[in-house]
């Protein structure tokens, strides 16, 4: 089995992944070209993967509680996500259905964002439902995007690619031709899931639909970066390095232009970049990419933070296979406490990664 499997996402993610959020996005287990989100994954916040705001009529609490879900979403636009975490879980008591409904998708947006995507997975399937009871099936398809970027990073891949699908079909019977960002959102954590599921060839079209629609309508460089980025992650599972490099090169350039040099998604693209170009036997350009983006994630993301985890886990790896057992031991370690934190310890890349751990102890 290729060790080159992606961890998005965040996101999305990073999302996008939204997954990839982004996502881009948290992925199966090895040494993996990752892709937010939509995340997701964990990249800037997309219109399906944010709390939709509500404008309730009523008490004063009701509409201090509004106040508080429009507050919370600043504080995710910023990547201040403890703020966000508070003010989500502050409003998600309201008693108005409207207001609370926002906030349990803007907690759950939060948590996969924090890199909880088991703890994401409970406010987004309430919110998803409140929405539906309240007649309004777009905001419960924004909300079941970001429930499916959250399964997707879980390994869940066929009722993340279901809640996906259906999500892009109700986007796409509400929102103008002219306005369809969180399509490209939605279908960017889409072709995360089909990617993870090894579906390749159904992957790269969904994100080149993506990328398209993106490119016509000039939607912000941080999104065309992300689906450049899963693009890229995605040439290379089918062996096409140098459109994987390509891509990966573009997605680095425009998420500099959209973030500048301190921001999440460029961990994913700088550690997917040092995967393709260690994959062309170029090592010692490979090892500098992936000490950036080691680098980068300990200022830019949460210590547990899955991303974190997975340049850890690939630097663990390389340095296994360079012969150096304590630089290897130390990074495993770092990996293997990150993800049993993260994603416990039953999940695919936590198992993985206790084999390495095992492996490179009994290494003389």
Request: with cysteine.
């Given at each position: 089995?290729?060790?080159?499997?992606?961890t998005?996402?965040?996101?999305a993610?990073?999302?996008?992944?939204?997954?990839?959020?982004?996502?881009?996005?948290?992925?199966?287990?090895?040494?993996v070209?990752?892709a937010p989100?939509?995340t997701?994954?964990?990249?800037?916040?997309?219109?399906?993967?944010?709390?939709?705001?509500s404008?309730?009529?009523?008490?004063?609490?009701?509409?201090?509680?509004?106040?508080?879900?429009?507050q919370?979403?600043?504080?995710?636009?910023?990547?201040?996500?403890?703020?966000?975490?508070?003010?989500?879980s502050?409003?998600?008591?309201?008693?108005?259905?409207s207001?609370?409904?926002?906030?349990?998708?803007?907690?759950?947006?939060?948590?996969?964002?924090?890199?909880?995507?088991?703890?994401?997975v409970?406010?987004?399937?309430?919110?998803?439902?409140?929405?539906?009871?309240?007649?309004?099936?777009?905001?419960?398809?924004?909300?079941?995007?970001?429930?499916g970027?959250?399964?997707?990073?879980?390994?869940?891949?066929?009722?993340?690619a279901?809640?996906?699908?259906a999500?892009?079909?109700?986007?796409?019977?509400?929102?103008?031709?002219?306005?369809?960002?969180?399509?490209?959102?939605?279908?960017?954590?889409?072709?995360?899931?089909?990617?993870?599921?090894?579906?390749?060839?159904?992957?790269?079209?969904?994100?080149?639909?993506?990328?398209?629609i993106?490119?016509?309508?000039?939607?912000?460089?941080?999104?065309?970066?992300?689906?450049?980025?899963?693009?890229?992650?995605?040439?290379?599972?089918?062996?096409?390095?140098a459109?994987?490099?390509?891509?990966?090169?573009?997605?680095?350039?425009?998420?500099?232009?959209?973030?500048?040099?301190?921001?999440?998604?460029?961990?994913?693209t700088?550690?997917?970049?040092?995967?393709?170009?260690?994959?062309?036997g170029?090592?010692?350009?490979?090892?500098?990419?992936?000490?950036?983006?080691?680098?980068?994630a300990g200022?830019?993301?949460?210590?547990?933070?899955?991303?974190?985890?997975?340049?850890?886990?690939?630097?663990?790896?390389?340095?296994?296979?360079?012969?150096?057992r304590?630089?290897?031991?130390?990074?495993?370690?770092?990996?293997?406490?990150?993800r049993?934190r993260?994603?416990?310890?039953?999940h695919?890349?936590?198992?993985?990664?206790?084999?390495?751990?095992?492996?490179?102890?009994?290494r003389?």
């Amino acid at each position: 089995m290729s060790r080159l499997w992606t961890t998005l996402l965040l996101a999305a993610l990073m999302l996008a992944c939204g997954r990839k959020d982004t996502h881009e996005a948290k992925k199966p287990p090895g040494k993996v070209s990752a892709a937010p989100r939509a995340t997701p994954a964990p990249a800037s916040p997309s219109p399906p993967n944010k709390a939709p705001t509500s404008q309730p009529a009523g008490p004063k609490q009701v509409s201090a509680s509004a106040t508080t879900v429009e507050q919370a979403n600043a504080h995710l636009d910023a990547n201040r996500l403890q703020d966000a975490l508070v003010g989500f879980s502050a409003a998600s008591r309201s008693p108005d259905k409207s207001v609370q409904a926002a906030a349990l998708h803007g907690l759950g947006v939060t948590q996969r964002r924090l890199g909880r995507p088991r703890d994401a997975v409970a406010p987004l399937s309430r919110a998803v439902k409140l929405f539906e009871e309240l007649g309004k099936p777009l905001k419960a398809a924004y909300a079941g995007s970001s429930l499916g970027n959250a399964l997707d990073v879980l390994g869940q891949y066929p009722e993340a690619a279901k809640r996906q699908r259906a999500a892009i079909g109700v986007m796409e019977q509400h929102l103008p031709a002219d306005q369809r960002e969180p399509i490209v959102n939605a279908l960017l954590g889409l072709g995360g899931t089909e990617m993870h599921a090894r579906d390749y060839a159904r992957a790269d079209k969904t994100l080149k639909r993506a990328l398209e629609i993106a490119e016509k309508q000039q939607l912000p460089a941080a999104l065309r970066g992300k689906l450049h980025q899963n693009l890229g992650v995605n040439a290379d599972m089918g062996k096409r390095p140098a459109d994987a490099e390509d891509h990966l090169k573009k997605a680095l350039a425009l998420k500099r232009q959209a973030h500048g040099e301190l921001h999440p998604g460029l961990v994913t693209t700088l550690n997917s970049l040092a995967i393709v170009v260690e994959r062309q036997g170029r090592a010692a350009e490979a090892i500098g990419l992936y000490e950036k983006a080691y680098e980068l994630a300990g200022k830019a993301l949460p210590k547990d933070h899955p991303t974190t985890a997975q340049v850890a886990f690939n630097l663990a790896l390389l340095n296994h296979e360079a012969g150096k057992r304590d630089v290897a031991a130390k990074h495993c370690k770092a990996a293997l406490e990150a993800r049993q934190r993260s994603l416990g310890p039953q999940h695919r890349a936590t198992r993985k990664t206790v084999s390495l751990c095992a492996e490179i102890a009994k290494r003389p």
